[in-house]
């Protein structure tokens, strides 16, 4: 968990700006400024900001706006106003919308100090408690591994055998069937449970963040980095990292990563200090990451560091028996985030669950439960509350109707969204069928 640290100080006047920086900084903060409400507003856009401390009175953007703007674009910030004589009542007014506290000018060193400190103990309580709640229902995925065929039951005997030990773990298997859910499993099994599990996707960053997400920055590293930020790698020291889509990652990052197996160590991007840490790390892909080795997309020794103690995860379609589990499973889940008391699911209903193939795996089928559940009018779900293409033992239809005229940015959305749902949400199935690459697909849905 990474405590809040960082202030940002917000006034149109500039020696109250930087005499507030050095109070703050001697104390131990890290401090931004910002001439005006609007330019702060950027700041927290791209920031993560613990403490805004704003004057009330400005041109433009006024303390009142600021607030309200902040608490739409980041409500966990805490926001502090400045006030002159005679606009006490505004400010007090202000607190009954989000404003944490005031502080009259002229501004006392103590006074300020003291109120930050307050507003910062809120935001860490608040992070410990959301961190505990995360702990707890992290560690509950190990009760959520459904399953009692032979291949899930070969699975948990890996798990469990390996859980105390601090072997790297390479988990394979296609999208949809677990690969996270196992990756828990093997941290809250471990002797690390009480220790950070951090996640990152290597598919969901561009290259040129991943490398500063994983290793962290220094300041001036690149345009932007206005601030030291730790690396995911710190923030799991003594604990475990999870490297989901590790066969993303680009060949550059992956003599880093080679190096922090090897050496347990690092140098942040930017920086010269070498860092140590002790990490667990566990991988999982969906590539073929031996088939990557062969096409030089992958370097190889960095695929035999990782792929220590192999788990391989069997797509639903070889283990239809823990369909039922599964489907009972998601029924007394979503029935009761509905509020709807369903008994079960009808014989009818189930036999058309088990002749389908399931390619987006356990993912789909908690899609199509969920749904079932929303829609069933009974007490029991039916084979019409059911997708008509799994009804059917049908593939969902393939064609996309577009009308002549539409911009060209909007024909690709639509194909790309469309493609998407045929493939259940399996990013690299669609990059395939599109003729694309895996990267412009994740590209393409942050656009």
Request: glycine fraction near 6%; aromatic fraction near 4%.
């Amino acid at each position: 968990m990474h405590l809040p640290n960082t202030v940002l100080i917000v006034d149109d006047e500039a020696p109250l700006r930087t005499s507030l920086t050095k109070i703050l900084k001697k104390a131990g903060y890290e401090v931004m400024e910002a001439p005006s409400g609007e330019e702060a507003l950027e700041i927290v856009r791209r920031e993560p900001v613990s403490v805004v401390l704003t004057d009330l009175k400005m041109p433009g953007m006024d303390g009142v706006q600021l607030l309200r703007a902040i608490k739409a674009i980041s409500p966990e910030a805490e926001v502090i106003l400045m006030t002159a004589y005679g606009t006490i009542e505004t400010a007090v007014e202000a607190m009954k919308e989000g404003a944490y506290d005031y502080i009259e000018k002229p501004l006392r060193r103590a006074k300020v100090l003291k109120t930050v400190a307050n507003a910062m103990e809120k935001q860490v309580l608040l992070m410990e408690n959301r961190y505990l709640h995360q702990q707890l229902e992290d560690a509950r995925n190990v009760k959520r591994i459904i399953g009692q065929s032979e291949p899930m039951r070969r699975v948990m005997e890996i798990v469990h055998q390996v859980a105390p030990t601090s072997a790297t773990v390479l988990i394979e298997g296609e999208s949809g069937t677990g690969k996270e859910v196992i990756a828990n499993a093997i941290h809250y099994l471990s002797d690390r449970k009480d220790k950070p599990f951090i996640k990152v996707s290597c598919a969901a960053l561009p290259e040129t963040l991943l490398e500063s997400e994983l290793f962290g920055h220094e300041r001036g590293a690149f345009t932007g980095a206005d601030r030291r930020k730790p690396g995911r790698f710190e923030l799991a020291d003594k604990g475990t990292l999870f490297l989901d889509e590790i066969g993303l990652m680009p060949l550059h990052l992956q003599v880093k990563l080679l190096r922090v197996l090897q050496e347990h160590e690092f140098e942040r991007l930017g920086g010269t200090e070498t860092i140590k840490v002790n990490v667990r790390l566990i991988a999982a892909t969906n590539v073929n990451l031996a088939e990557a080795v062969r096409n030089g997309s992958f370097r190889e020794d960095l695929y035999y560091r990782l792929n220590v103690i192999n788990i391989k995860l069997p797509p639903l379609r070889e283990r239809k028996e823990d369909i039922p589990l599964l489907v009972d499973h998601f029924i007394r889940i979503y029935s009761e985030k509905n509020s709807k008391p369903l008994r079960g699911i009808s014989k009818g209903a189930m036999s058309a669950l088990m002749r389908y193939e399931w390619p987006g795996n356990v993912r789909e089928l908690e899609n199509v439960i969920e749904r079932a559940v929303v829609l069933s009018r009974d007490e029991v779900i039916d084979e019409g509350d059911l997708p008509e293409y799994i009804v059917e033992g049908k593939e969902e239809p393939r064609l996309i109707t577009i009308p002549i005229g539409t911009p060209m940015d909007e024909v690709e959305r639509i194909v790309i969204s469309e493609t998407l749902k045929h493939t259940k949400g399996d990013k690299m199935l669609a990059a395939r069928l599109l003729g694309i690459s895996y990267r412009t697909i994740y590209r393409k849905l942050n656009e």
